[in-house]
């Protein structure tokens, strides 16, 4: 786990932290942890294959719309590199 420390942070801040770990019977550091957490990695953000399939699905593609892929897929396998 990679370390973090935070230099110059305001006597107040640091106060409010204290207080609002207290409230969520956190310790300070914890609390520092998700509050970066939900900052940086909200709930509400946007993941990409929920929203290709909620796009899919609004649409109104079925399996056979993907069908047509199997077709005209090149079905040759890769050649592995080689160094030499």
Known sequence: MAMLTV????DDVHRA????AAQNGHS?????RS????AVKPETRVRVGDALADLGRKIGLTNKDFEVFDQVCD??????????
């Not at 230099?7 to 305001?10: A, H, Q, T, V």
């Not at 932290?17 to 609002?20: A, G, S």
């Not at 509050?35 to 939900?38: F, G, N, P, R, Y």
């Open 28 to 32: 300070t550091e914890a609390e520092v």
């Open 35 to 38: 509050i970066l957490a939900m």
């Open 7 to 10: 230099r110059n942070l305001p």
């Open 17 to 20: 932290l204290r207080v609002r």
């Open 75 to 84: 079905k040759t396998p890769a050649e592995p590199l080689r160094f030499e």
